[in-house]
Nanobody, 112 residues
Framework: QVQLVEFGGGLVQPGGSLRLSCVGSGFTFSSYTMRWHRQAPGKERELVATISASGSNTNAADSVKGRFTISRDNAKNTVYLQMNSLRPEDTAVYFC?????WGQGTQVTVSS
């Protein structure tokens, strides 16, 4: 069955960096667009970034553009989200997703 497992969340100070990873299994990873979403307490789930199957095309939400970078390694069935210059408002549970499948999420907390 399809599985998506996220790693790398944690507590970081404002201005700091984190890299999230998501490992996919049970499907042909290299054939699918991958997405990162986030959901903050009391807010709707938000699309953060997407990357095409080959990795040649990426998009990011305006709220994270210039700070977050999505990438992938199809040989490792892994998609990454490099997050720099983190702000308290980036605090959320971050999910990776493809098609209709979702990971369990990883908590990112930005606080001093």
């Amino acid at each position: 069955q399809v599985q998506l497992v996220e790693f790398g969340g944690g507590l970081v100070q404002p201005g700091g960096s984190l890299r999230l990873s998501c490992v996919g299994s049970g499907f042909t990873f290299s054939s699918y667009t991958m997405r990162w979403h986030r959901q903050a307490p009391g807010k709707e789930r938000e699309l953060v970034a997407t990357i095409s199957a080959s990795g040649s095309n990426t998009n990011a939400a305006d709220s994270v553009k210039g700070r977050f970078t999505i990438s992938r390694d199809n040989a490792k069935n892994t998609v990454y989200l490099q997050m720099n210059s983190l702000r308290p408002e980036d605090t959320a549970v971050y999910f990776c997703a493809t098609y209709v499948y979702w990971g369990q999420g990883t908590q990112v907390t930005v606080s001093s």
